[in-house]
């Protein structure tokens, strides 16, 4: 049973996030020299990224299952992928 959009990936990806985001705001709770909260809880923050890493290699290695041909397969990722990248670089460009 594959769904378009798996819920426990979701999570996970959100979870994942949820750990970078707590490993960039542990200075914001590191007042002293020594170690601290901050530094005790949240000082592994790099396991969101290869929490992100894992599942995006699982979302790639699924997405090959399609009964689409690799040219068909290009196409459509580079019609998703192209209109965002051009419009934030044209966002940069002139900003």
């Known amino acids: 049973m594959v769904a378009t959009r798996l819920n426990s990936i979701q999570i996970m990806r959100g979870i994942a996030a ?3 985001v707590a490993f960039h ?3 914001n709770l590191s007042v ?3 170690k601290n909260l901050g530094d ?3 000082s592994n ?3 969101g990224v290869y929490l992100f890493f894992v599942i995006s290699g699982f979302i790639i290695s699924l997405s090959t299952r399609r009964k689409e ?3 068909e397969f290009s ?3 580079l019609l998703r992928i192209y209109p965002p990248y051009i419009f934030s ?3 940069l460009l002139f900003y």
């Open 32 to 34: 002293y020299e020594q």
């Open 69 to 71: 041909s690799p040219l």
């Open 40 to 42: 005790l809880m949240f």
């Open 25 to 27: 705001i542990r200075y």
């Open 89 to 91: 670089f044209a966002i």
């Open 18 to 20: 949820l750990i970078v």
């Open 45 to 47: 923050g790099e396991v």
């Open 75 to 77: 196409i459509k990722r």
